[in-house]
Each structure stands twice: as C-alpha cells, then as structure tokens.
C-alpha cells in the first residue's frame, strides 16, 4: 500500500470509526470499570481494531507503550509514572505529527478531496458544484496564513483543541470502556494520532509535572527535520499541470485503470507527459501492466514463469516451524510479577474472599525438555504458545478482564488474580476461569502448528501422551490455593480418557487435610521398618523424625510411574534402584508406599515465584560457555516438605491444619533457596578466582546459571581451576558444572539453539555418570558428595569430543576405575568421542 | 514553525498552475511586498499593521462558473464551504455578507473569527481570464479600508491585465 493510501486509508478508518462508534454508543451498557486491565492488553484491542493494518514497522508496539498502565487502585507515585509514560509517548507523537503526519495528511485530505471529485461527486452532494472552489482555496491560504503569522502559538492551541475537540466524542463512545479504560485508550490511541502533550497534560492526573520533567529532557520540544515535507516539496517540484489539464489527464488514465494515487506518483515522477493519454493500455493487459511498471519506475510484476518463476523458500516445518512462531517469549509488562508477588502476601491478611486466584503451569515441563525435545527453546516455545493464547482467551471474557488484579508468569506458569466486586459470587467466576481454561487447552491442542508437533511426536502412554493435558490449572483463594489445585489436577496428566479439568481448591481442601493425615501415617507406617533405616534409605532428620534418605528422594524423583506400562514395572524399578544404591531390594508393598509418600508430598510443593526471568542469551558467547546447574535443588526442596509434614501440630480445623502444613513446608522451601543462592555466591567468586581480570560476571535464571568468559577461551587449567575452587565448598556436588565450547571442532559457530542442546546433553551425560558411579558396590553417596564431576565438551557438527574433569578429591584406583567405566559407557550417540579424565588438583 | 505549518495548509489546497514573471513583479506603492510562493504575495504597510492584502493567482473552470441567475445559492454553498474548510484552521463563523458578479469580477465581502474570538474582516475580488483568476483579498482586525482606497489599489494592480501564463 502506498503511503498516501495508506495514510488516506487511516483518515476514512478514522471518520467511519467516529461514525459507527456515535451510532454505538446508544447500544452500550452501563460503562464497565476495566480497573486491572493492563495497557498492553488495551493496546492489543486497539491495534485489533484500529491499527491491524498498519505496517509493524510504523506501527508503536504495545510495549514501547507498557509505561501507559491504569488501574483504580493506583498510587500517587504510579499515577505520575504513568503520566509520565504517556507524555513520553505524547511528545514523541507530537513530533511524528509535525514531521510526517500532518503532511501526510494534508495530502490526503488533498487526495480526497480531488478523488471525491473525480469519483464520487452527484447531484446534490457538497462536491457537486465546484463553484468558488479554487477561490475559496486560495482565501483561506490568506486567511490561514495571517493567522498562524499573527500568533502561532495561539493558533496551533486553538487547532489543537478543535483537533481534540473533534477526538473527543470518538473517545468518550470508545467502546463503552470505563473512565479509566478510556485514559488508557486516549493514551494508546489519540497521543499515537493527534494528542499533543499540552491537552494531555489536562486530562491526565499530574501531567504538568511530567510535563516539566520532559521539558528539561528536551522531549517535547524536539522537532525534527519534515519528512513528510519532503513528499510535499517533491511535489513542487513536479512539472506544472493546471488543474484542469490534471484532472482531465486523470479521468484519461483512469479510463485505463489507473488510480489517483497512481496518477499522481506517476506525476510526481515527472513521467506525466512522457506519454501521451492515446497511447496509454489498459491495465488489464500485459502490455498495460508493463506500461505501468515503466511509469511508476516499478518493478514490472507481470509474472513471466519462464524466467521469473519464484522459487518458494523453503518454510521451515514441524517443530522448527512451531519455535519460529511462538518463539518469541510472551511478556507481561515489566514489574507484574513483582507487583503480583506484593499482592499474594497482602492477600494472605484478607478474610473477605474477595480474591481469587487461578494458577496454570505445564506440568511436564522437565519430561518434555529432558526426553523429548531435549532443548529449552522448543519447551519455551510450547509455554509461549499456550500463554499467548491463554492471554487472548482472557479478553474474551470482559468480565474477568473487569476483575483483574495482578498477573505472574515465569517460564512454566501463567497466574492471574481476581478482585471480586462486592455482590459477585466467587463460583461463577470460578467458572469462568474454567471454560477459560478449558478453551486455552483446547485452542492449544487444536493450534495447525501442534497438529503437526504431535504427529511427530513418538506415541506414548505416559503423562506426556496428550499435549491437551499437559498444562494444568488451579484456582483458590490464595496464590499457594490455586497451585495446590493445579498440582492436584497432575494425576490426570496423560490421560486423554480423563482430561484434566480446572481444579478448585476449596472443592479439595477436606480431602487435602485427610491427604496431610495419611501423608503422615504413612511416614509412622515406613518409620517402623528398621531395615529402611539401616540401609539409609530412611534416615533421622535434623528435628528428629524419620523420613527418607535424600538419595532415596532422589530415586523416587527420576523413577515416575507414567513412565511405565503397569505399577509392577514401575516397583520392580524402584527396587532395583535401591537394591543398587542401599543394597536393599524392596518388595513391591513397601516400594509403592514409599512412592505414594514421595508423591503426596511432591503435590503438596509450594510454588515457586520468580520476580523476573532473566533470559540468557547463549548466542552472545564468543570465548565458549560455563554452565552451572544446582544439583539436587528438587530433592532438598522435597525433604525440606517432608520434614516440615513431620512438625504439623494441629488438630482442629482444616484450615488452621492447612495453614500450618503449607507455612511450614514454605519455610523449609525457602531455606533451600537460601542455600541455592549461597551457591550462587560460591560460583562467582570461584569464576573470578579464575580469571580476576574478566569482568564479566555469571547469569543466573532460577538454578541454572551461564558464564560466558569475555577475554579470553578457557584452557584446560583454567577449567581445572574452576572445579578445584567449587571443590572446596561444603557440598561440592551441587555444582554440576558444563563447560561447552561455543564453536565446533571444525571451526563453525555452533548456533545459540544448538548450543542450548549442547549445554543438556553435557548435563545429561554428568547426571548419566554421577547415576552410575553412586551405589553400595560402588562409590557411596557420602563419598560421591564429596566430588564435582564437570563435563568439558567441544561439539562436532555430529557429536564431539567430551572431556571429564574431577575435583575434590583424592580419588582410589577403583574409584577411576568406576567413574572411567562409567563416563565411556554413557558416550553413545552418534559422533560421540570419549576424550579425558583431567583431575584438578587437590 | 510558520513554515513548517505553512507549506502542508499551503499545499493542502494547491496548486498546480504556473505564473509568469509579471504577476511577481506586481507592486502597490508604499506597501511592503512578501513573495510568499510563486503565485501568492503579500502586502503590509508599518502605518497600518492592521490591515494586509494578499494576492494569489490560480486557474478555474470556465464551463463551471458563476452565473447571475444562481449567484445567491452558489455564493451560499461558497460560504458553507469554507465554514467546513475552516474547522481545523482557527477560524470559524465565516459568512460572506455581500457578493456581486459584475464584469467577470466575484466580490464578496465579510467576516469570520480568528482563534474564536477576533473577528477579521475581509473583502475579496476575485477577477477572472480565460482560465486563471487573480485573487486580490483585504484582510484586516480592524476595519476595511475605504471603497475610494480599494479602488485605487485595485487600479495599481491592475489585476484584469496581469499576463498569467
């Protein structure tokens, strides 16, 4: 579309718009208070409406626009932030509208003008009779002239204001949204269109003062060179037609097909007498069509299949076409989650049941990334794709959207809260949330691109079998609540005869309660077999009570009954496990008690809030990757629970014996990550041990963590220096530590997706050794603690070579000879090479 | 500012035709001439700040032009065009009070508001050729000069002889 069209196209959507919005507006309900919504949903039904059209390139993206955030409860402070937000928006558009908009418009105006007369003009309509016209024209050239010589501030407010003036009714029926919706559109909107900062700063709370600040910032008064003006001298320059030689020129190309936008490119081209009106072809011709191309200096686009057949370029397919789309991480505006986060805890203190929250999370999350995808970026890619629509699916329930009040997503959740109006009844918005839930998932399943993921997809009959349960959700009146509830809803992964469905916690906490009270006779149950507790697969806890041993944790952590055909497989597995790690091989009775008491507990887990992703971008190592991932975080994470279930004490009712339970087991939780960021700490100063003089520092997201050395590749000392340093620390194998070079042995740089997978495969293989080197005939878990067995790995195209690095330690010859045999037997895939054992010095 | 304003609301409405040198080189004596574009002037005088005219050229429609009979109707529609015209300019109750189409010479005189609330005055001769017209309009804050002034400005600039092209 050609920028006069485009811009004549905007000015029509513009007058239709202020047409069919008064017409509207008799229809509106009473206005709805909108109090939560977020500017970027705003601004996504703005650009739903009004800018779906527009060119991305031209078109402000909402989030350029996410200071612009409105809500009933906001703060003075948040209020002048976002006054702030829209000035900055408004004195940008307010040079937009000197330098291109306002010339644009000028001649589209002119455009339309002359094509309403070309085209549409009848008897009796304005255009009809011409008479005075060009008079009329040129007196208000004086006219205008004079005024704006006279005072041009005057003037331009006065314009301004018959401009807003003009706006204003177009705002106030904008779709029947409540006051503080409607600032929020005015902002997107009007600041995006006409709205200068000075009438901005009338209707938004505090303006003047934001006003100030960006004055001094030289933001509204910045004025840049006159794009549009260009156009416009171009046009001068243009040979001279009359008017009427124009317009009769014109209905002669017309005749031919041509558009007045055409006619006037081409006139402006200086091409408009190169020739002559008899000579002109229709366009419907080729010979017309060439015609064309040679006059509007165009590439001629009559397809010549001989010579110009378009090879198509091959779209990327499956998986890979399902990454491009959704691969690109959907963001919530900057601070939700943190405001989310301060909302949980002032929550916790209502007793109103005015708050609902809903929690949906991919519950296979680790599956997927670890046996079928086997990168993060496709899992990220999956989540993207189930928020994006969950997000979409939202609006369509206005009256969700009214309640709004806080929104969290991390890398495997999306939460929303809900603030109840007084008179509403919670269940029906528990229902609400539950066709939205249900709609998501069936959108996600349904999605062409998933279609064809899932064909791909190797057939199964574990949780993984059914994208269309992989996401689960919750709801209650807390944020803990409705992640109980989610996590509950985990027995119907997989299962497609049984979908899962959006679990209410209140409909599970009796049943939570008893869950707790059998959790724990479980545990009495287990406590009284001695030879559990001999073969340290129970073990005595710090507060005295007997619950499983961390490697007995972490046994029933790997080994999930949705990975087996039938439970006798799944305890025979069990068994074997702790027959090689405890000595012990259990009978089936005890090894399902013990896993039914892991399982309990593990949907009990408090849910984890993040503040902030930090997203690693792995394509910015030049000098290769160190990778850090904290071992055992889940296990500690899940003998922290099972300890705390040990300490309930009451009795009474179900909600004090909840509270109490999730409190405690939130508390031990949190001293996990205590200890996890401590860890952290261990590894920066480990890092800069190293090399004192890079300055770059180490990455963390959650329990992973990315150093990418920025003077110089690491060599083999400075790796076995890295691995000597973590070695001293108190539990050196936490540190599961990758090191992965950021080109392929044959010279190419590996891409960042790649490196992604190259980064898990090193871990896999570290976990595929420390799995097979810990046992009671072979290195004891006491011993194995003592040790980091890092992963040095240069890449091939197909494989590479991996290198073992040990530290912490003086290792026996059996020892080497385990962890040898070990690390060669785990080196299987294709173009996979054994390399090293380097031993770092202790 | 002027100019950035200036050239699109100058160019919103026109123009197209070409002009001779002779219609630059129009004079009035003891008014200061502005050569605003190739087909507008403007004309001040320090004693008079009030008071300016301006003086345009452009072509017209000769198979579409003013006529006796439709004169009071045409004159209207005139008038509620530039009411329209005027809606995003600063200006508004633009009404022509009088009008007369005498010797090929469209004479309107009248007033509208600038920026809400000073009326200006104008008084606008539009003398018309074969194909082109000359535009010659008082505008003035005050009040309009003399019939007697008007005439003799007219008679200096002589608009039914200026060479158009």
């Given at each position: 579309?050609?920028?006069?069209?485009?811009?004549?196209?905007?000015?029509l959507?513009?007058?239709?718009?202020?047409?069919?919005?008064?017409?509207?507006?008799?229809?509106c309900p009473?206005?709805?208070?909108?109090?939560g919504e977020?500017?970027t949903?705003?601004?996504?039904?703005?650009?739903?409406?009004?800018?779906?059209?527009?060119?991305?390139k031209?078109?402000?993206s909402?989030?350029?626009?996410?200071?612009?955030?409105?809500?009933s409860g906001?703060?003075?402070?948040e209020?002048?932030?976002?006054?702030?937000?829209?000035m900055?928006?408004?004195?940008t558009?307010?040079?937009?509208?000197?330098?291109?908009?306002?010339?644009?418009?000028?001649?589209?105006?002119?455009?339309?003008?002359?094509?309403?007369f070309?085209?549409?003009?009848?008897?009796?309509d304005?255009?009809?009779?011409?008479?005075?016209y060009?008079?009329?024209?040129?007196?208000m050239?004086?006219?205008?002239?004079?005024?704006v010589?006279?005072?041009p501030?005057?003037?331009?407010?006065?314009?301004?204001?018959?401009?807003?003036?003009?706006?204003?009714?177009l705002?106030?029926s904008?779709?029947?949204?409540?006051?503080?919706?409607?600032?929020?559109?005015i902002?997107g909107?009007?600041?995006?269109?006409?709205?200068?900062?000075?009438?901005?700063?009338?209707?938004?709370?505090?303006?003047?003062?934001?006003?100030k600040?960006?004055?001094?910032?030289?933001?509204?008064?910045?004025?840049?060179?006159a794009?549009?003006a260009?156009?416009?001298?171009?046009?001068?320059?243009?040979?001279?037609?009359s008017?009427?030689?124009?317009?009769?020129l014109?209905?002669?190309?017309?005749a031919?097909?041509y558009?007045?936008?055409?006619?006037?490119?081409?006139?402006?081209?200086?091409?408009?007498?190169?020739i002559?009106?008899?000579?002109?072809k229709?366009?419907?011709?080729?010979e017309?069509?060439?015609?064309?191309?040679?006059?509007l200096?165009?590439?001629?686009e009559?397809?010549?299949?001989a010579?110009?057949?378009?090879?198509?370029?091959?779209?990327p397919t499956?998986?890979e076409?399902?990454?491009?789309?959704?691969g690109?991480?959907?963001k919530?505006?900057?601070?939700?989650?943190r405001?989310?986060m301060?909302?949980?805890?002032?929550?916790?203190?209502?007793?109103?049941?005015?708050?609902?929250?809903?929690?949906?999370?991919?519950?296979v999350q680790?599956?997927?990334?670890?046996?079928?995808?086997?990168e993060?970026t496709?899992?990220?890619?999956?989540?993207?794709?189930?928020?994006?629509k969950?997000?979409?699916?939202?609006?369509?329930?206005?009256?969700?959207?009214?309640r709004?009040g806080?929104?969290?997503?991390?890398y495997?959740?999306?939460?929303i809260?809900?603030?109840?109006?007084?008179?509403d009844?919670?269940?029906?918005?528990?229902?609400?949330l539950?066709?939205?839930?249900?709609?998501t998932?069936?959108?996600?399943?349904?999605?062409?691109?998933?279609?064809?993921i899932?064909?791909?997809?190797?057939p199964?009959?574990?949780?993984?079998?059914?994208?269309?349960?992989?996401?689960?959700g919750?709801?209650?009146?807390?944020?803990l609540?409705?992640?109980?509830?989610?996590?509950?809803?985990?027995?119907?992964?997989?299962?497609?005869?049984?979908?899962?469905k959006?679990?209410?916690?209140?409909?599970?906490?009796?049943?939570?309660?008893?869950e707790?009270?059998?959790?724990?006779?479980?545990?009495?149950?287990?406590s009284?077999?001695k030879?559990?507790?001999e073969?340290r697969?129970l073990?005595?806890?710090?507060?005295g009570?007997?619950?499983p041993?961390?490697?007995?944790?972490?046994?029933?952590?790997?080994?999930?009954?949705?990975?087996?055909?039938?439970?006798?497989?799944?305890?025979?597995?069990?068994?074997?496990?702790?027959?090689?790690?405890f000595?012990?091989?259990?009978?089936?009775?005890?090894?399902r008690?013990?896993?039914g008491?892991?399982?309990?507990v593990?949907?009990?887990?408090?849910?984890?809030?993040?503040?902030?992703?930090?997203?690693?971008?792995?394509?910015?190592?030049r000098?290769?990757?160190?990778?850090?991932?904290?071992?055992?975080?889940?296990?500690?994470?899940?003998?922290?629970?099972?300890?705390a279930?040990?300490?309930?004490?009451?009795?009474?009712s179900?909600?004090?014996?909840?509270?109490?339970?999730?409190?405690?087991?939130?508390?031990?939780?949190?001293?996990?990550?205590?200890?996890?960021?401590?860890?952290?700490?261990?590894f920066?100063?480990?890092?800069?041990?190293?090399?004192?003089?890079?300055?770059?520092?180490?990455?963390?997201?959650?329990?992973?963590?990315?150093?990418?050395?920025?003077?110089?590749?690491?060599?083999?000392?400075?790796?076995?220096?890295l691995?000597?340093?973590?070695?001293?620390?108190?539990?050196p194998?936490?540190?599961?530590?990758?090191?992965?070079s950021?080109t392929?042995a044959?010279?190419?740089v590996?891409?960042?997706?790649?490196?992604?997978?190259?980064?898990?495969?090193?871990?896999?293989?570290?976990?595929?050794?420390?799995?097979?080197?810990?046992?009671?005939?072979?290195?004891?878990?006491?011993?194995?603690?003592?040790?980091i067995?890092?992963?040095?790995?240069?890449?091939?195209?197909?494989?590479?070579?991996?290198?073992?690095?040990?530290?912490?330690?003086?290792?026996?010859?059996?020892?080497?000879?385990?962890?040898?045999?070990?690390?060669?037997?785990s080196?299987k895939?294709e173009g996979?090479?054994?390399?090293?054992?380097?031993y770092?010095?202790? | 500012?002027?100019?950035?304003f200036?050239?699109?609301?100058?160019?919103?409405?026109?123009?197209?035709?070409?002009?001779s040198?002779?219609?630059?080189?129009?004079?009035?004596?003891?008014?200061?001439?502005?050569?605003l574009?190739?087909?507008?002037?403007?004309f001040?005088?320090?004693?008079?700040?009030?008071?300016?005219?301006?003086?345009?050229v452009d072509?017209?429609?000769?198979?579409?032009?003013?006529?006796?009979?439709?004169?009071?109707?045409?004159?209207?529609?005139?008038?509620?065009?530039?009411?329209?015209?005027?809606?995003?300019m600063?200006?508004?109750d633009?009404?022509?009070?009088?009008?007369?189409?005498?010797?090929?010479?469209?004479?309107?005189?009248?007033s509208?508001?600038?920026?809400?609330?000073?009326?200006?005055?104008?008084?606008?001769?539009?003398?018309?050729?074969?194909?082109?017209?000359?535009?010659?309009?008082?505008?003035?804050?005050?009040?309009?000069?003399?019939?007697?002034e008007?005439?003799?400005?007219i008679?200096?600039?002589?608009p039914?002889?200026?060479?158009?092209?």
């Amino acid at each position: 579309m050609k920028a006069n069209q485009r811009w004549l196209t905007y000015f029509l959507i513009f007058q239709l718009l202020t047409i069919s919005l008064a017409q509207a507006a008799a229809y509106c309900p009473a206005p709805k208070i909108h109090s939560g919504e977020t500017f970027t949903r705003l601004c996504k039904n703005v650009d739903d409406i009004i800018c779906k059209d527009v060119p991305d390139k031209i078109r402000r993206s909402c989030d350029e626009r996410e200071h612009t955030i409105v809500h009933s409860g906001m703060s003075a402070n948040e209020v002048y932030n976002f006054a702030k937000g829209c000035m900055k928006s408004a004195a940008t558009s307010f040079v937009e509208f000197f330098t291109v908009f306002l010339p644009d418009l000028c001649k589209a105006i002119w455009n339309l003008t002359k094509g309403t007369f070309e085209t549409l003009s009848k008897p009796g309509d304005f255009f009809s009779s011409l008479k005075g016209y060009y008079e009329s024209a040129r007196a208000m050239t004086a006219d205008v002239y004079e005024a704006v010589n006279r005072n041009p501030g005057q003037f331009f407010a006065d314009l301004w204001n018959k401009m807003t003036d003009a706006v204003g009714p177009l705002v106030a029926s904008y779709d029947c949204l409540s006051p503080q919706a409607k600032v929020d559109k005015i902002c997107g909107l009007v600041a995006e269109w006409v709205m200068p900062p000075a009438i901005l700063a009338k209707i938004i709370v505090r303006g003047s003062k934001a006003a100030k600040e960006l004055y001094e910032l030289k933001l509204i008064t910045k004025l840049g060179e006159a794009k549009g003006a260009k156009a416009i001298a171009d046009f001068e320059k243009a040979p001279k037609v009359s008017l009427r030689e124009y317009n009769s020129l014109f209905k002669q190309f017309k005749a031919k097909g041509y558009t007045l936008e055409d006619f006037r490119e081409i006139h402006l081209k200086g091409s408009l007498k190169s020739i002559k009106a008899e000579d002109l072809k229709p366009l419907t011709t080729a010979e017309g069509k060439k015609q064309y191309a040679r006059l509007l200096g165009k590439k001629e686009e009559v397809p010549s299949p001989a010579v110009k057949a378009k090879v198509p370029e091959k779209a990327p397919t499956g998986l890979e076409a399902f990454k491009t789309k959704y691969g690109k991480e959907f963001k919530l505006p900057e601070g939700s989650n943190r405001e989310y986060m301060a909302k949980i805890e002032t929550d916790l203190l209502r007793k109103d049941g005015k708050v609902l929250y809903f929690d949906v999370e991919n519950s296979v999350q680790k599956k997927l990334n670890d046996e079928i995808f086997k990168e993060k970026t496709a899992v990220d890619a999956l989540n993207n794709s189930f928020f994006v629509k969950f997000n979409e699916n939202l609006r369509d329930f206005p009256e969700l959207m009214e309640r709004l009040g806080g929104e969290y997503k991390d890398y495997k959740s999306y939460r929303i809260r809900l603030e109840l109006k007084p008179g509403d009844d919670p269940a029906r918005f528990e229902k609400m949330l539950a066709e939205l839930y249900k709609k998501t998932n069936k959108d996600f399943y349904a999605d062409p691109l998933m279609n064809q993921i899932r064909k791909d997809l190797p057939p199964r009959t574990d949780s993984l079998a059914d994208p269309a349960t992989w996401f689960l959700g919750g709801s209650g009146e807390n944020a803990l609540e409705a992640n109980m509830a989610a996590r509950s809803a985990r027995k119907n992964a997989g299962s497609t005869v049984n979908p899962p469905k959006l679990n209410k916690f209140k409909e599970h906490s009796g049943a939570l309660s008893k869950e707790i009270d059998s959790i724990e006779q479980t545990r009495k149950t287990l406590s009284t077999q001695k030879n559990l507790i001999e073969k340290r697969i129970l073990e005595t806890a710090d507060n005295g009570n007997i619950i499983p041993s961390k490697s007995m944790i972490g046994i029933l952590r790997k080994i999930k009954p949705g990975d087996f055909q039938t439970e006798k497989e799944f305890l025979t597995k069990i068994s074997s496990k702790t027959q090689e790690m405890f000595g012990e091989k259990l009978d089936n009775e005890t090894a399902r008690t013990l896993a039914g008491y892991f399982q309990k507990v593990d949907s009990l887990s408090p849910p984890l809030f993040s503040p902030e992703r930090v997203a690693i971008d792995l394509k910015e190592a030049r000098k290769g990757i160190v990778s850090i991932d904290f071992a055992g975080i889940g296990v500690d994470n899940i003998h922290e629970q099972m300890k705390a279930l040990t300490e309930v004490t009451s009795t009474g009712s179900v909600e004090k014996k909840l509270h109490e339970s999730f409190t405690k087991m939130q508390s031990g939780v949190n001293q996990v990550t205590r200890e996890m960021e401590e860890a952290k700490d261990v590894f920066r100063k480990a890092i800069s041990s190293v090399d004192n003089a890079d300055k770059k520092a180490p990455q963390f997201s959650g329990d992973d963590g990315i150093f990418m050395p920025g003077t110089r590749s690491w060599g083999d000392a400075d790796k076995a220096k890295l691995v000597q340093s973590l070695a001293t620390s108190a539990d050196p194998s936490k540190f599961r530590v990758t090191f992965v070079s950021s080109t392929y042995a044959e010279g190419k740089v590996i891409p960042a997706a790649e490196r992604s997978k190259r980064i898990v495969r090193a871990e896999t293989l570290e976990k595929d050794i420390r799995s097979k080197i810990i046992g009671i005939e072979k290195i004891s878990d006491a011993e194995a603690k003592k040790f980091i067995t890092a992963i040095d790995y240069v890449p091939a195209e197909k494989g590479g070579v991996f290198n073992l690095i040990l530290g912490g330690k003086e290792f026996t010859p059996e020892e080497i000879k385990t962890i040898e045999s070990a690390f060669k037997s785990s080196i299987k895939g294709e173009g996979e090479k054994f390399g090293k054992i380097i031993y770092s010095a202790h | 500012m002027n100019i950035m304003f200036g050239i699109p609301f100058l160019l919103m409405f026109f123009s197209l035709s070409a002009f001779s040198a002779e219609f630059s080189s129009l004079q009035i004596q003891g008014w200061k001439k502005e050569e605003l574009s190739h087909d507008h002037l403007r004309f001040s005088k320090a004693s008079t700040p009030d008071l300016v005219i301006h003086i345009q050229v452009d072509s017209y429609d000769p198979q579409n032009h003013w006529k006796a009979e439709t004169l009071k109707d045409d004159v209207k529609k005139m008038e509620k065009m530039r009411n329209s015209m005027s809606f995003f300019m600063g200006m508004k109750d633009y009404t022509i009070n009088t009008f007369s189409f005498e010797h090929n010479v469209l004479d309107l005189e009248g007033s509208y508001l600038r920026m809400g609330n000073k009326k200006v005055q104008f008084k606008e001769l539009n003398f018309y050729q074969r194909e082109q017209f000359v535009q010659v309009k008082f505008l003035s804050d005050a009040a309009l000069p003399s019939k007697d002034e008007i005439k003799k400005i007219i008679s200096e600039v002589k608009p039914e002889k200026v060479e158009l092209d």
